[in-house]
């Protein structure tokens, strides 16, 4: 897994497209998807994700006090979960594979800003959570970052790196603490 972007490639300005349609999510977002917090509705978000472009399988789970910049910036597959207060801060693209737990209160980050830079150009770098993966409560998983298969990023972690599939890491930085072995 590579982590070297090249942060010369992936320097963004965002459209007026993309400015008037982060307006329009806004206030989707405040009307039709944040009010709509009990349970029963969990198909109603989804539904509300996919009318602004994320594709969102309707067998996941997506909290209502979930914070999503760009719906499509978003892909979450099935029997997935995004919990409660998770910040999903995707200018750059944010993809979850089948069966991942994104835990309460995590920040997902997609982008960044070029401290080399003189002007600070804003680059995007995707993160991708590979299949039957967990991000613990509170953890930072930052741009560029691809969580391998089956991988644990222990509570509170902050990933700047790929994790490995199989992985369980902790820590600030987050550190390889030990493979993921499932019992029979």
Known sequence: MSDAYNMTETRHNFSKSNKIGRVVWSIGYLLLFRPFSIRIFRKWRIFVLRLFGAKVSYKSIVHANVKIWAPWNLEVGDYSCVGQKVDCYNQGRITLGNNVTISQKCYLCASS???????????????VIEDKSWVAADAFIGPGVTIGKGAVIGARAAVFKSVEQWSVVGGNPAKFIKTRKIKD
């Open 113 to 127: 800003h070029d401290y080399t830079s003189k002007s600070h150009d804003l680059f995007l770098a995707p993160i």
